[in-house]
């Protein structure tokens, strides 16, 4: 529901219990995104041995073709997002998670067999990377639905007092997934050599991903659709029927009405209430991928390999930011509702700033030892306590109900978008001999860090603190269009300087 549970009276343990478990069961879709995204990164060395390598390509053909062979799902998220929005509306929150499923699904299938073809698309040996391709696009699709849906999912369902620490589960399923994959991806490779690992691991590693998808599909086939969505289809008394089951019957009348309200409140056109929530819903999730969050995942293997690391190594070490990555999200679920959302994320992208300049110092004087893998844990560590998590449940929180679909997904479709410019770009720039021969890899770290910096003092200027408010009440932040200056000035806080 939009507004959700109200804040009055304590749920019971049987109610808590249940919001708990439907968070649960959405956030599955974030363990998905992380384990579908994150996969690549122990097939990298695969891809450019079996499709690029025979190719016999420039240097920069190479790694252009490499990066967008890796990256390449990024696409289908972009169009995920873009989708995610019109078919919550059509099918439901639900619907478009099964949609998602099903995907992923196909997708680990697919990407794991390329030879087999994507309908008249096949081909052998370098000739599959076109199928390849496209089987990790249609994964991409599933995973920017899950990655919009999840979290509105989980807000919908979720009492105010708890939104931030419920919608983070989204991030602990995604950090979860990841460092699962990496435990796979390293238990595959250690059952042969690294020819093994290039020839028959690397499909095992992709196809793993179907046994969390079938699982995902099989969980939300128990679970109810959001009250928002049947109110906004009409089916009220299904509506209060869920609500009825989330507090009691008096809560749920009460927030039956507040959902038919804000639903009528306002027009849904996309800049109903101005141009700036919609400007910082965007910026929030550009600035999560230009401060290198998913270059240093996607190719953690190969950054800690060009460190001197073997291949065991260096998917081992990957591991050591995967726990990372866990524990500081755990740190996250208990501090997003007690320190609020802004202090977070400006307490990140310092942490973030200091580490990624610190490596690329690192690598460009060539002392890459622990010292360098200090500076990658921390890097980790101010992220998954900041922007990993608190980004997620900003998106969730900010937009009000009625442009909340339309502007949800723009901003994460933006989200892929930039996630794909990174993650191709990372290739290219760590593979190029001038820029290698001027800074020893260091030069894309160097970048991360000043974004990191950036991203800091735009959420220091512009955006509000959230913590413990109703989404309708947050809705207030954000001044409609051609509503007068007396009634703008009432609200509660200004989105440019709330604390």
């Not at 016999?56 to 799902?73: Q, Y």
């Not at 089987?135 to 708890?162: K, T």
């Not at 028959?200 to 046994?211: D, E, F, K, Q």
């Not at 509506?239 to 009528?264: C, F, G, M, Q, T």
Request: proline letters at 4%; glycine letters at 10%; a neutral charge.
């Amino acid at each position: 529901m939009s507004q959700g549970i109200p804040n009055a009276g304590q749920p019971s343990p049987a109610e808590g219990s249940l919001v708990r478990g439907l968070a649960f069961v959405a956030a599955l879709g974030g363990l998905l995104f992380g384990y579908d995204t994150a996969v690549i990164s122990g097939a990298v060395g695969a891809i450019d041995h079996n499709f690029i390598a025979p190719r016999g390509l420039s240097e920069t053909s190479a790694d252009s073709l490499s990066g967008w062979a890796i990256s390449c799902a990024l696409l289908g998220c972009v169009i995920g997002a873009a989708l995610a929005g019109p078919m919550s509306q059509k099918i439901g929150r639900r619907g478009g998670l099964l949609v998602s499923a099903i995907l992923f699904i196909l997708s680990s299938a697919g990407s794991a067999y390329p030879e087999f073809g994507f309908l008249w698309i096949g081909g052998e040996g370098p000739e599959a990377l076109t199928a390849f391709i496209l089987y990790r696009i249609l994964g991409g699709v599933g995973i920017g639905v899950a990655s919009m849906l999840s979290p509105l999912y989980i807000a919908e369902i979720a009492p105010p007092r708890q939104r931030g620490q419920l919608v983070t589960y989204q991030q602990v399923a995604i950090v979860g997934g990841m460092t699962l994959v990496y435990f796979v991806n390293w238990f595959i490779a250690s059952q042969g050599d690294d020819q093994w690992v290039l020839s028959t691991g690397w499909r095992y590693m992709l196809l793993s991903a179907a046994i969390p998808a079938v699982l995902f599909f099989a969980l939300l086939m128990l679970v109810p659709e959001t009250p928002r969505w049947l109110v906004m289809k009409g089916r009220m008394d299904e509506a209060k029927a869920v609500l009825s089951r989330l507090s009691n019957d008096n809560e749920a009348r009460i927030v039956l009405k507040e959902i038919d309200e804000s639903l009528r409140e306002r027009t849904g056109k996309l800049f109903a209430f101005g141009a700036l929530v919609v400007f910082v819903g965007i910026m929030l999730s550009v600035f999560q991928q230009f401060i290198g969050i998913n270059a240093v995942l996607y190719y953690a293997p190969l950054m800690f390999q060009n460190m001197g690391a073997s291949t065991d190594s260096a998917l081992l070490q990957t591991i050591i930011v995967g726990v990372a990555n866990i524990v500081f999200t755990l740190i996250a679920l208990v501090t997003v509702d007690r320190w609020g959302r802004k202090p977070l994320l400006i307490l990140g992208g310092v942490v973030m700033a200091v580490s990624m300049l610190s490596l690329g110092f690192l690598f460009n004087s060539g002392n890459v030892g622990t010292a360098a893998l200090i500076a990658v844990v921390a890097y980790i560590a101010g992220f998954a306590l900041s922007w990993g998590p608190v980004v997620w449940v900003l998106l969730a929180e900010i937009f009000p109900n009625a442009i909340k679909g339309k502007a949800m997904a723009l901003a994460v479709a933006m989200q892929w978008i930039a996630n794909l410019f990174v993650s191709w770009s990372f290739k290219v720039l760590d593979g190029n001999s001038t820029l290698n021969a001027m800074f020893n890899h260091g030069f894309s770290y160097w970048v991360y860090g000043v974004m990191s910096i950036l991203a800091a003092l735009f959420v220091w200027r512009f955006v509000p603190e959230t913590k413990g408010q109703s989404l309708e009440a947050i809705q207030h932040l954000w001044k409609p269009a051609n509503e007068p200056a007396d009634a703008a000035a009432s609200t509660k806080a200004s989105p440019a300087n709330a604390l």
